[in-house]
C-alpha cells in the first residue's frame, strides 16, 4: 500500500493551522505581559489568570476530549461486554469529573492564587512532602504523552500509511513548539481551534460511517444479536460494583491531574473556575455522541463485503483500531483524512496540555519552591522551557513501547485517584492531616492497590477481596477495588494524621522527634471538615 499522499497533504493544512494558532497566542501573550507588567511564571503557565469563560469552557473541555476519549469511546460501544450500557456510564464520569472538580477544587484553589495543586500542600506540610507528591503529579503527566500519541500513531499509520514513528513524533513536534512558544496561552488558544476541528471531524465522518451500504440500520442491531453482539451492551450483574468502582474512577479521578487544575487557576476569576468546569461537563456530551454512533455501526456492518474483509475486526481482536478501519472502510478516502485531521487535533489538544502541565508542576514545586528559591524570573523561563522539551521527548520516547499503552494509562490513571485525589480533598478539607499522615497515605493506598492485582497487567492479587473468584485459571476481583484503596488511603491519612497530632501534642513522644513539626502546627481536633487550609500558611 502507497503512502496516502492527499491525506498527508490535508494533514500538513491541519498541523499549519494549530502551529499558526499557537505562534499567533504567542504573540498575544508577549502582548499581555508587557501591558500588565506579569511575571513570566505567572504569564507562560497562567496566562496572568486572565483566561475569559469562552476560551476557558474550550480548553477545559479539551483537557478530556482527546484521542483516548474518541477513539476509546467507539471501541467501547463495539465491546459486547460494554456496549452502549457501559460506554454510557463512562462518558458520565467523565462528564460528572468536571462537576466534581467544580465543585470541590476549582473555586476553593482559584481563591488561594495557587500556581499548581501542589500549593496547598507546600502552605501546609512543607516543601519536602510537597516535593514528593509533586514527583507523583510529575510522571501522571508523563505517562499521559504516550497515552495519547499512541493511539494517533496506529490510526495515522493505518490510514495515511506512514510509519509509526514519523506519524507520533510530528504530531509531537507541533506540540511542543507552539507549548513553548506562548505557553498556556498558545495552549488555550489551539484548544479553540481543536476543539472546533474535533467537532466537525466526527460530525462529518458519523453519517457517512452510518450510511454505508454495508452498514445495517442500527436501531435494528440495537437489541438483535444479527452480524455481532447487540450493541446496547451485555453487563453481567456480577460486575454492577466494578462499574460503579469504573464510574467513581473517572468522575473523581480526574481532579488529581495537574492538567484540570492550570484551566481553573488561569481563570479570571474564582466564579469563573467554577463556571467552566460545570459547562465543560455538559459539553463533553456534544463530543462524546459521535464516536458512540459510530461504534454502534461499526458493531452493525458486514465486514465480509467491505474492503476489510473477513473476519470482523472484533474476532481478529483489533477492537482497538475499530475507528482507524471503520474511517478507512467505510468513507470515502477525502472523508476518512478529515477524520484522521480531527484525531490528530484531538490528541494534540490532551499532550500540549500535559506538557504544560508537567512544566508547571516541576518548576514552581521542585525547582523554584525546593532546589532554587531564590530563581530569577528569566532563569525560571528557561527552566519551563527546558521541561517542557524534555517531558516532550521522554513521553514520546516512550510512544515507541506501543504494546505499552496499557500500562502508561494505568499507572498515570491510578496514582491520580489513589494517590494525588485523597491527598488534595484532605489538605482543603481536613484540619487534623498533617506531613505524617500523608507519607502513611502514600505507604498504605498504591502498595494495596498492586496487592490487589490487575488482570489486564497480569497482576495476581495477592489479597483477595469478598468476590474474587477463580475464572478459567486467573483470579478476577468483582469488588470496587479502585475504590478501596482510594478511601484506605483517606482513611490512613486521617488516622496517622490525628495519631501523631495526640502523640506529639500530649507529650507521648519528645518534641524532638517531632520533624515535621506538628505540634507547633495544631492542636488535635475533631476529624470534620472545614472550609480550607488555614493553618501554618506562613510555614515557609
Known amino acids: 500500500m502507497a503512502i496516502n499522499v492527499p491525506g498527508v497533504i490535508v494533514m500538513v493544512v491541519f498541523y499549519l493551522l494549530v ?94 492564587n495557587c500556581v499548581t495543586m501542589l500549593d496547598p500542600f507546600h502552605f501546609k506540610y512543607g516543601k519536602e512532602v510537597a516535593a514528593t507528591l509533586s514527583l507523583a503529579s510529575l510522571f501522571t503527566d508523563l505517562t499521559w504523552v504516550p497515552s495519547t500519541l499512541i493511539p494517533l500513531g496506529g490510526l495515522m499509520s493505518v490510514v495515511l500509511d506512514l510509519p509509526f514513528s514519523v506519524c507520533i513524533w510530528i504530531s509531537a513536534a507541533v506540540a511542543i513548539t507552539y507549548t513553548l512558544m506562548g505557553g498556556l496561552y498558545s495552549v488555550a488558544y489551539t484548544d479553540v481551534i481543536q476543539l472546533v476541528l474535533i467537532f466537525i471531524g466526527m460530525w462529518v465522518c458519523a453519517p457517512f460511517i452510518l450510511m454505508n451500504p454495508h452498514t445495517l440500520d442500527i436501531s435494528q442491531t440495537l437489541m438483535n444479536n444479527t452480524l455481532h453482539a447487540p450493541w446496547i451492551g451485555q453487563p453481567e450483574l456480577k460486575k ?192 487534623i492531616s498533617n506531613s505524617y499522615g500523608s507519607i502513611m497515605g502514600l505507604l498504605v493506598g498504591f502498595p494495596l492497590r498492586l496487592l490487589s492485582g490487575d488482570q489486564s497487567l497480569g497482576l495476581e492479587p495477592v489479597i483477595h477481596f469478598p468476590g474474587c473468584t477463580l475464572e478459567d485459571g486467573v483470579y478476577v476481583q468483582y469488588a470496587p477495588v479502585k475504590t478501596i484503596c482510594m478511601l484506605s488511603t483517606i482513611a490512613a491519612i486521617l488516622l496517622f494524621s490525628y495519631l501523631a497530632s495526640v502523640l506529639f501534642n500530649k507529650g507521648v513522644l519528645p518534641e524532638k522527634w517531632d520533624v515535621f513539626k506538628v505540634k507547633a502546627q495544631h492542636s488535635p481536633v475533631p476529624l470534620s471538615p472545614v472550609g480550607g487550609v488555614t493553618e501554618q500558611e506562613e510555614r515557609n
Open 19 to 112: 502551529l499558526g494558532t499557537g505562534i499567533w497566542a504567542s504573540f498575544k501573550s508577549k502582548r499581555k505581559q508587557k501591558e500588565s507588567a506579569a511575571t513570566g511564571m505567572e504569564m507562560v503557565l497562567l496566562g496572568n489568570r486572565s483566561i475569559n469563560w469562552v476560551v476557558g469552557i474550550f480548553t477545559m473541555t479539551a483537557t478530556w476530549v482527546g484521542g483516548g476519549f474518541i477513539g476509546g469511546t467507539a471501541e467501547m460501544m463495539y465491546t459486547p461486554s460494554m456496549g452502549l450500557t457501559g460506554t454510557v456510564v463512562l462518558v458520565m464520569a467523565y462528564s460528572s469529573s468536571f462537576v466534581v472538580g467544580g465543585l470541590l477544587f476549582a473555586k476553593k484553589m482559584r481563591e488561594r
Open 240 to 431: 454492577i460494583w466494578i462499574m460503579i468502582d469504573e464510574f467513581l474512577f473517572f468522575a473523581f479521578g480526574a481532579s488529581g491531574y495537574q492538567t484540570f487544575h492550570q484551566r481553573n487557576l488561569s481563570a479570571s476569576s474564582p466564579a469563573t473556575a467554577k463556571f467552566i468546569c460545570i459547562a465543560a461537563g455538559f459539553i463533553l456530551w456534544i463530543f462524546g455522541i459521535p464516536p458512540i454512533l459510530i461504534g454502534a455501526a461499526i458493531g452493525s456492518t458486514d465486514w465480509n463485503q467491505t474492503t476489510y474483509g473477513s473476519p470482523s475486526p472484533y474476532e481478529r481482536g483489533e477492537v482497538g483500531l475499530a475507528l482507524s478501519i471503520a474511517l478507512q472502510h467505510l468513507t470515502p478516502t477525502f472523508i476518512s483524512v478529515i477524520g484522521i485531521g480531527c484525531m490528530a487535533a484531538a490528541v494534540m489538544s490532551s499532550a500540549d496540555s500535559a506538557l504544560l502541565s508537567a512544566a508547571s508542576v516541576f518548576t514552581s514545586n521542585i525547582y523554584k519552591n525546593t532546589l532554587r528559591p531564590q530563581a530569577s524570573d528569566r532563569e525560571i523561563r528557561w527552566v519551563i522551557c527546558a521541561s517542557v522539551v524534555v517531558v516532550g521527548v521522554v513521553g514520546t520516547s516512550l510512544s515507541s513501547l506501543k504494546s505499552s499503552s496499557i500500562l502508561f494509562w494505568f499507572i498515570g490513571a491510578e496514582i491520580s485517584f489513589i494517590i494525588v485525589f485523597p491527598q488534595l480533598l484532605c489538605v482543603l478539607y481536613f484540619n
